[in-house]
């Protein structure tokens, strides 16, 4: 098993930009693949970015493609997301998520797949 946290939002101005963290504890966090995900009031839980488990290869919703960034620090125990261009749209609780059941394509988009979750961080952009 393993336990995640998340840091790093906030309120920003439209344009503006964040960098989300999420420090992994327990089991070996690089044998894990991970994700972003984001959920705002009254809608589901949308999928953000993926990353492999060596961070080698990564994935984005068309929504923030261009703008956002997935990273990890193996060493560090620690997933990263940059984003940048903040819209007012952006604003939700962003989890962050790690999985260990298989998935292709865009299954691997679903939060379904995912077995572990943060607590969530809220960003919040201003127009």
């Known amino acids: 098993q393993v336990h995640l946290v998340e840091s790093g939002g906030g309120l920003v101005q439209a344009g503006g930009s964040l960098r989300l963290s999420c420090v992994a504890s327990g089991r070996t966090f690089s044998a894990y693949p991970m994700g972003w995900f984001r959920q705002a009031p009254g809608k589901e839980r949308d999928f953000v970015a993926s990353?492999?488990?060596?961070?080698?290869?990564?994935s984005y919703a068309d929504s923030v493609k261009g703008r956002f960034t997935i990273s990890r620090d193996n060493s560090e125990n620690t997933l990263y997301l940059r984003m940048n261009a903040l819209k007012p749209e952006d604003t939700a609780v962003y989890y962050c998520?790690?999985?260990?059941?298989?998935?292709?394509?865009?299954?691997?988009?679903?939060?379904?797949?995912?077995?572990?979750w943060g607590q969530g961080t809220q960003v919040t952009v201003s127009s």
């Open positions: 990353i492999t488990r060596s961070g080698g290869s990564t």
């Open positions: 998520a790690a999985r260990t059941k298989t998935c292709s394509g865009t299954g691997c988009y679903t939060p379904d797949v995912y077995n572990y």
